[in-house]
């Protein structure tokens, strides 16, 4: 089984700062996608960012220049550093990693437990 935790989120003020961490645990053989989807009540989830085991990244349009993502492949974690946050970016933030196991079946697809944000005006 393979399995994501999450850490990092919490309250910040507007302009602030806060990194989001995310570890994949469990029989895994490779990761190719690492990354960062938000939800907000009664929304669908939206992707906010996402990175390729080789470093290409995939930011969604009101991110660019204030997240950044990276990724440590030898310790299955990626990190998202968010800065000058804004209210608008309040939501449950989910890490989202995609890859192959060591074990039959291969493919595995999985979502962390969420983490929520909260930006204060």
């Known amino acids: 089984q393979v399995q994501l935790v999450e850490s990092g989120g919490g309250l910040a003020q507007a302009g602030g700062s806060l990194r989001l961490s995310c570890a994949a645990f469990?029989?895994?053989?490779?990761?190719?996608?690492m990354g960062w989807y938000r939800q907000a009540p009664g929304k669908v989830r939206e992707l906010v960012v996402v990175?390729?085991?080789?470093?290409?990244?995939n930011y969604e349009a009101s991110v660019k220049g204030r997240f950044t993502i990276s990724r440590d492949n030898a310790k299955n974690t990626v990190f998202l550093q968010r800065n000058s946050l804004k209210p608008e970016d309040t939501d449950v933030y989910y890490c989202y990693a995609e890859g192959e196991r060591t074990v039959i079946p291969r493919y595995f697809e999985r979502w962390g437990q969420g983490t929520r944000v909260t930006v204060s005006s």
């Open positions: 990175i390729t085991k080789d470093g290409s990244t």
């Open positions: 469990g029989s895994i053989l490779s990761i190719n996608t």
